[in-house]
């Protein structure tokens, strides 16, 4: 059994910065459930987005005006809410990347060895 894990992501215009972050969670899962929530984002960089993520697993919500992060965010949970056990709320311009398999200690900090 999975981790019933959503993904909302705030997006204000910057399409390119808004299409990496998508990418780089569909890299990691491509069935990952991703909430993308278009905090008053201008209408051609909502067009675009919805053209390049038209996956079923990508759920678009329009807002018309931007709300901040916090009316994004509460916009991004009801809609995720009634399916997700957990959400990540991630903005923009993050990128996600797989850990590798042991981090190395950090310097000056106690690690076992």
């Known amino acids: 059994m999975g981790l019933d894990l959503g993904i909302v992501i705030l997006s204000f215009n910057h399409h390119q910065l808004t299409s990496e972050c998508v990418n780089s969670v569909l890299a990691i899962n491509s069935h990952a459930r991703i909430y993308l929530v278009h905090n008053g984002s201008d209408q051609k960089q909502v067009l675009l987005l919805q ?6 697993n990508v759920i678009h919500t329009i807002m018309d005006t931007n709300q901040g992060f916090s009316g994004g965010a509460n916009q991004g949970l009801n809609t995720a809410f009634a399916t997700e056990n957990w ?23 106690y690690a076992p060895q």
Do not use: M, R, S, Y
């Not at 053209?51 to 079923?56: E, L, P």
């Not at 709320?89 to 850990?99: M, P, R, S, V």
């Open 51 to 56: 053209k390049q993520f038209q996956q079923a």
């Open 87 to 109: 959400l990540l709320f991630l903005t923009n311009d993050t990128l996600l990347g797989k850990l590798p398999e042991q981090l190395p200690p950090i310097p000056g900090q």
